[in-house]
T-cell receptor, first 113, second 114 residues
Framework: KNQVEQSPQSLIILEGKNCTLQ??????????LRWYKQDTGRGPVSLTI?????NTKSNGRYTATLDADTKQSSLHITASQLSDSASYIC????????????FGAGTILRVKS | DGGITQSPKYLFRKEGQNVTLSCEQN?????MYWYRQDPGQGLRLIYY???????QKGDIAEGYSVSREKKESFPLTVTSAQKNPTAFYLC?????????????FGPGTRLTVL
C-alpha cells in the first residue's frame, strides 16, 4: 500500500531557530517528491520538487533532502520566522506516469516569538 | 493561490441537500482536481479531469459528482448520498496531468453539515 508518513505531527520552535521535518514513504514506483506549505484555512503552496536523481533542493530558507534508497526525505527550515507557522505536507508521486499523488498528513509548525 | 478561485469560502448544508462548490482557473491549465482534507489526514482525491468533457473518479468519489464543460471551470457537487461531507475541499490545477507537473491549489471551501 502506498503511504507517506510524516513526523513529528506538530512542532513548536522559537523564532530564529532551525528545525527539520521528516517524511518516510512506501510508494512504488516512485516518480518524484514534493513539499508543500499550507497556511491555516488556505490551499497548499509548492516549496520544492525532487526527482529520483536529486538528493537536495533549496528554496530560500527551505532545504529539502531526498534519500531514495531509504525512502526518506527531510525539510530543513533555517532561521525560522513567524510566517513559517503553517502545515508542511510531503507529497510523493507514484505510478508509471507519476500522476498518482500520495499525501502525508502534514507536520504543523508553530513559530513563537 | 495562483489563478485559482474557489467559492464560497464557507458553506453550510442541511441534511439531504445537494450543494455545488465552484472552482475556476485562469492559468490555461488542462488538468483540474478536487481533493478533500480532513483533520490529521492527507488530502484525498475525489475527482480529476485531464481535458474538457472528460473526468475520472479518484479514491473517494462516492457521493460526489463533477462536470467539465469549460477548460477553466470544474464544479463539484456534494450530493445527499455523501454521508459525511463536513470537510475542507480543495481544488487544484496543473498544466497537464504529468509526472513533474506542479499542482496549484485554490484557497479552499469549508463545508459544514448542520
Amino acid at each position: 500500500k502506498n503511504q507517506v508518513e510524516q513526523s513529528p505531527q506538530s512542532l513548536i520552535i522559537l523564532e530564529g531557530k532551525n528545525c527539520t521535518l521528516q517524511c518516510n514513504y512506501t510508494v512504488s514506483p516512485f516518480s518524484n517528491l514534493r513539499w508543500y506549505k499550507q497556511d491555516t484555512g488556505r490551499g497548499p503552496v509548492s516549496l520544492t520538487i525532487m526527482t529520483f536523481s536529486e538528493n537536495t533542493k533549496s528554496n530560500g530558507r527551505y532545504t529539502a533532502t531526498l534519500d531514495a534508497d531509504t525512502k526518506q526525505s527531510s525539510l530543513h527550515i533555517t532561521a525560522s520566522q513567524l510566517s513559517d507557522s503553517a502545515s508542511y505536507i510531503c507529497v510523493v508521486s507514484a505510478g508509471e506516469y507519476g500522476n498518482k499523488l500520495v499525501f502525508g498528513a502534514g507536520t504543523i509548525l508553530r513559530v513563537k516569538s | 493561490d495562483g489563478g485559482i478561485t474557489q467559492s464560497p469560502k464557507y458553506l453550510f448544508r442541511k441534511e439531504g441537500q445537494n450543494v455545488t462548490l465552484s472552482c475556476e482557473q485562469n492559468l490555461n491549465h488542462d488538468a483540474m482536481y478536487w481533493y478533500r482534507q480532513d483533520p490529521g489526514q492527507g488530502l484525498r482525491l475525489i475527482y480529476y479531469s485531464q481535458i474538457v468533457n472528460d473526468f475520472q473518479k479518484g479514491d473517494i468519489a462516492e457521493g460526489y459528482s463533477v462536470s467539465r464543460e469549460k477548460k477553466e471551470s470544474f464544479p463539484l457537487t456534494v450530493t445527499s448520498a455523501q454521508k459525511n461531507p463536513t470537510a475542507f475541499y480543495l481544488c487544484a490545477s496543473s498544466l497537464w496531468a504529468g509526472t513533474t507537473d506542479t499542482q496549484y491549489f485554490g484557497p479552499g471551501t469549508r463545508l459544514t453539515v448542520l
